[in-house]
Each structure stands twice: as structure tokens, then as C-alpha cells.
């Protein structure tokens, strides 16, 4: 039949591992007293397999030159396997060095992972263009997935878009260095289910050693759902497409608005209820945002060429209602409930809570009688959110004849993290943050006790200025002053006591790192200070690459050879975290990338890459 084609297709992607351990002795076996070593070997094979396939029929029909019709129907599947085997020594060898699961001086260690998942989609889209400039089209589809359960595990999702090219309807109207311009709208509906196995309801295997081992079934702490689900995203978009002066400047912007109802997300629980979190379709969330991009060539004759180009979006969301009895979700806390990650019905996704310092109603902190600031314990505070105001890019691309070299760069504006090794590192005192006043010469007062305890606050005395001018020039420690030991590194922390008098109390910066900062919820201690923004500039890559001329390529049958080099994440030009990585959080989560919690730093790269087409 004219038009109509019907093709069918099955793939297949499969990769194997296997993978030996062998670790050497860290001392020679005779000094082991006890009959263990620190020699090992293991050895583990897996395999990853992805098969896919699919059916369509579509038909393609123009009509009296200006009509076109296109449609699809078809049905799709992927199925994915992963297998992993392990075997291993324990306690060591019995041979020093002797890489053999034989050799192993304990039981032997074996373990077994497998999964599977399958999602088989079917689907319906239909096109109608006019006259080359308008086009109307539908869709839609229905999937299933083994990560749910059966019942809820299908989900239907359409769509609808229409798009305008103004150009070609207006044709000779237009001005000559307006190239192309195209109006788009469209409204759809995305189905998500959850990761594999995270909805499941399982029993987790234990074992118990005495005199014999026993095993033992238990509930993990974290558990599914068997009544979760699919969530669905509602989103209308609009934008236009431009381009001018031959294709040297162009620009594409976009909004939209998008409202995510039934979103699964694990929220914590009393663990009264046999665990301490579970999967849920907790709520509404809603987005809008705008994304803009700009692209050109300002320059260009026979040999050089200039390329410019950056985009910018930003994003704003609001959680619009929650399960039925939820007005907050706690996504995280940590060390004791000192910070926690939260989202409130009618607030941005993400808000940072912790107990912070008291203040009046001035705003200025209220100081006890150690002279540190004193804690508010009654309720956490919002310090902070972790959704970022601006993200985008920039980039340039200079050429002369063959020779290329290309930069991207990439920034974020806001978003706040939370910094905990800042927090620790603040109590042991070994960041430039936490140095401040350790003697006169970094700002420190001249001080005194009448008292060998100079924790006792009421025996210290202040320096007046014109004792200091006496004594600072030839001052070391160990000088005395009245007859008493005399310090120099004395700090006045900002704020009043609490009858509303100006601080006066001396304390060292000792003092206020060991007890204003570090793990836990003391009395003076907050997490306030490490919600920190975290805003960057980086340069992502540079590149520098040649593409040998043809004449040189065909002598051996390639149409075209490109060798470059290039570095990877090579600087920042700004960030608002000096001292840390500002991408390295703590997993892909958007709930740990909120977090900095000691990763190893992201890496610097270098390398070079031939890339041939024959």
C-alpha cells in the first residue's frame, strides 16, 4: 500500500565482567599472633543485558501538495538482567600471598545479586501538516512496568502540540535577514514509576553465629509500598524559535508550567510502625520556569571563524499539597536532628531547617554567661533552601583553517548545601575559616584573670587601650600584667546579653569553634553557618583540535580524522564555597546533592582522542 510501512526490529546490548582481588600481605604472616592475616583474594563475574525491540506501522500521505498526514502505531518492549556473582577468602591466607579461593584461612565468603526489569510500551501519534508552515500533532501511550505492582503498574499518557512556522506563512513579508521563525505549544502527560525493587515489600535475611549459625528473616528500616502509584507530570510549555542574518545570530525561549501530582518520594515515619521510612505518593508539586538560549557567529572570512553561545534557565517550584495528615515532609536530618531537609505545603521544595542562635528583636544575638551565643532549641528555623535561582552555560568556539579550540563553561546561582565537614572542621580548628583571632596581631584583646581559672568570666580584665599601647610592642607569652598571666588573644563575640546590654564577656576562638560548632545539638551549638550557598563559574572543557586535510585522509580510505586535546573541569573563575568542591555532593539524589559530606573531590582531567569517519 502506497505510504504505509511496516518495519519490526529487536536489539541487544550485553557486558560482562569479571574481576579479581588480590591483595598482598600488609605484614609477613609470622607476626600475626592471633592466626589472621591481611592477605586476600576474591573474584566476582557479572553481566548486564539489555534486549529491546519493537513493532510500527506508519503511514506517511501527502495530498493536493499542501497536506500531510503521518501516523504511528506501534508497540515497544526493554527488557534488563543483571547478574553478579562473588567469591572470596576471609582472614586471610594460609599460604603468605597465595591467591587461591583454596588458600583461605576462614569459611569461604560467597554472595549473589540479581535483577530484572521489563517495560512494554504501546503507542498512537498522529501529524497533520499544512502548507509546510503548519503542524498538528497527537499522541499517546500506554506503558507498563515491573516495578510495580499488577494493577497499578499500566498508565496511559498523551499529548498534543502545535507549531507555526511564521516564516513560511508570511513568505516575502518577512525582512531578508530573518531567516526562520517558529511558534511551538504544547500540553502532555509523563508517567513515572519508581526505581527497581524500591516499592517492594520484602523480608531481608540475617544470620546469627553461636555455636552454630542461624539465619533469620527481619524488616529493613526502609520499606516499600504495595499501594504506590505511578506519578504523572502535567506540563504545558510554549516558545519561539529565531534565526537572522544567514544563520550568523539565533535564539530559542521557552516557558513552562508543569504540575507533578502523586509524586513518590521516601518520607520518614515513627518507628512505631515497624520502620523508620516508606515509599509514598505524598502530594502536588508544581513548576514553572523560562529557558533562554543564544547562539552566533560574529565573525567569519575564508579562514577564521567565531561561534558564541549560552543559555540560561530558571526554575521555581511550589509544593502544592501533601498526603492526606502530611503538612511538612522531612526528606533528611542528620547529627541528632541538628539540620534537616524539608518541604512545607505552600513553600519551595527543599527548605534547610536548623536550631539557630537567639537573637532580640533588634536581631542581635543574645550572648550567656560563657559569652557564647546561645542556641534556640524549641524549634528549628528555615536557613536556607537547596533549589538553585539561575543555571546555564556559555561557550566559545574560535577556528582558523583546520585548527579549533573550544570552551565551555557552566555556572549556577544559589542553591543552598550543607556543608558538614565545614561544621566539623570549624570545632577542630583546621580551615582558614575557623583561625580568627588567635593572638593581637589577627585581632585579638589583651587580657587578663585575677584568678587561675580563667573560665570563671568575672575574674577577667580588658586592657584599656592606653595599657595596650604599653604593652604590645615587646609583648610574648608568659609576660605578666598586675601579677597575673597576660593573654592576648581575647575575642568579643557581636550581640547583648540577656539584659539587653551590650557583649562584654572575653572568650578565646577556641572557645567559640569547640562549642558553636561541630556534631550534635548543645546548648550553644547551631548549624546555621554551614547552609551554605553554593555558587559557581567553572570551565568545563577546553579543547584544541586538528582535522587533517582531506587530501592526507584519502590516501588511506578515511573521509575525515580529528585529533584534539582537551582538559576536563580545568578551573573555576568563581565559587562561593573556597574551600570545597562545589560539585562534589554526596550522590545523584537531588537530596544528597544538597549535601557536601566529605566525598572525594571531582576530578581534573587531560587527555587527547583521534575520532576517524570512513
Known sequence: IPGLTLSARIATDVTTDKIENKNSADNSHVFSTNGQYSDSYGLSNSKYEIVYGDVMLMLDKT???????????GWNARQETYYL????????????????????????????DRSELLRTGMFLTASYGYNSWGYLEGSIRQEKTSTLRSGNNSFWYPSVSLSVLYTELLKDKTPKWWNYGKFRASYGVVGNAPELYRANNAYQQGSLTRSTTYTYNYVPTGIGNDAIKPETKHEFEIGIENKFFNNR?????????????????TTTAAASMGATSMLM??????????????????????????????NVAWNKNTVKKLADGLDVLSHFDTDGGAASLESHVGQPMGDWYTYTWKTDENGNYIV????LYVADKTERHKVGNAMPKLT???????????LTLDMTFDFRVGGDVLNTPWQYMMDAGNITDAVGARDYASGGIFYYSDKDDVSDKSSIHVLTPEQVAQVAPTYKRGDKFNGHNLWDNGVIQPGVKADGTPNDIVVTQFEINDSQYGWGTGATQSYADAIQKNSYVKCREISLAYALPAAWTKKFACKSLTISAFARNPF??????????????????????????????????FGVSL????
Not at 591466607?93 to 583454596?102: A, D, I, P, R, V
Not at 550567656?368 to 559569652?371: M, V
Request: hydrophobic residues 30%; aromatic residues 14%; negative net charge.
Open 63 to 73: 495530498f493536493a501538495e499542501k497536506h500531510n498526514v503521518t501516523a504511528n502505531f
Open 85 to 112: 556473582s562473588s567469591v572470596s577468602t576471609s582472614n586471610g591466607l594460609t599460604q603468605e600471598n597465595w591467591f587461591h579461593l583454596n588458600a583461605s584461612v576462614g569459611n569461604k565468603n560467597a554472595s549473589m
Open 249 to 265: 545570530l539565533g535564539m530559542e525561549f521557552s516557558y513552562y508550567y508543569n504540575d507533578i501530582k502523586d509524586q513518590i518520594l
Open 281 to 310: 505518593n505524598v502530594g502536588e508539586l508544581t513548576n514553572k520556569g523560562i529557558e533562554l538560549s543564544v547562539y552566533g557567529t560574529p565573525y567569519r572570512d575564508k579562514d577564521w571563524n567565531l561561534d558564541l553561545r549560552a
Open 368 to 371: 550567656g554567661d560563657d559569652g
Open 392 to 402: 546555564g552555560g556559555f561557550g566559545a568556539s574560535l577556528s582558523y583553517k583546520n
Open 572 to 605: 573555576y573563575i568563581y565559587r562561593s564555597l573556597k574551600l570545597f568542591d562545589s560539585e562534589t555532593s554526596d550522590a545523584t539524589n537531588w537530596i544528597y546533592q544538597a549535601q557536601i559530606g566529605g566525598s572525594t573531590a571531582s576530578a581534573r582531567s
Open 611 to 614: 575520532r576517524a569517519s570512513f
